[in-house]
DNA sequence: TCTCTACATATAGAGAGCCTACATGTAGGA
DNA sequence: TCCTACATGTAGGCTCTCTATATGTAGAGA
């Protein structure tokens, strides 16, 4: 998929895969692929910076921890962060509201 | 509604709104506001270099013409256009899903 | 007559955010 | 030894949208 297209959403896409659990990039990465059957293969260097800056916008809080000899950033969704989902959940609905009534427009 | 997330998909609510009228470019932006419910505000600034990029893309033609004393340049769909219309609806409709299984994943 | 609003198109420059490519390093299997 | 999976990160580029601005006509109202 043209993952150029994400424009915007990919914060919504990050607070989403750590509603639950707190992950670190390279987990959250393969999150979004299981979880979008295969679809949606976004590059490292999209994910990772964007970690940052969902960090310092203060929606996530990031912890180094070394796991097998490698060291690992976990994310976890703050409380501001669990917010912003609820918010960036609306919108999402709005905004595939207001695209499909133009691109597919119920005939009637 | 934030536009900027259209990123991507204007392309495809252009080609949409031509579909089944010529219409200019006054008129296609008061076409998807109307379509929309009034959720989609796009600036002229967005829609008349987006216009000039899918004309030389091939994807539409444009014509000047003169009503009432006013210039406009009226765009129609070409061949190639719908069949990029066609595509730009598939593929709307994969990162929908794609997105939707990640933001909101049916509990199950 | 003057002014305001709607109609109508267009460009320059800024900003956001995603991408490619590259850099670095560990662990474990062939 | 080499390759693959794991794991994070930066630099620079690109595309697309936005804001702001410019230009001009038509018609309504003061």
Redesign the pocket.
């Known amino acids: 998929m ?3 297209a ?6 919504a896409l990050l607070l989403s895969v750590l509603e639950h659990e707190p992950l ?7 999150a979004l692929q299981e979880r979008s059957g295969g679809a949606l293969a ?12 969902l960090e310092r916008a203060g929606y996530l809080a ?1 912890e180094w921890a070394t ?8 994310y976890r969704l703050t409380d501001t962060g669990r917010t912003a989902l609820a918010g960036e959940r609306s919108a999402w609905r709005e905004f595939t509201a207001a695209i499909g009534s133009v691109l597919e427009p119920r005939a009637r």
Chains 1, 2 share one sequence.
């Open positions: 043209n993952t150029n994400l424009h915007g959403h990919m914060d670190h990039g390279y987990a959250i990465i393969e976004v590059p490292t260097g999209t994910v990772y910076p964007a970690l940052r800056r990031g796991v097998g000899g490698r060291k690992r950033r976990t």
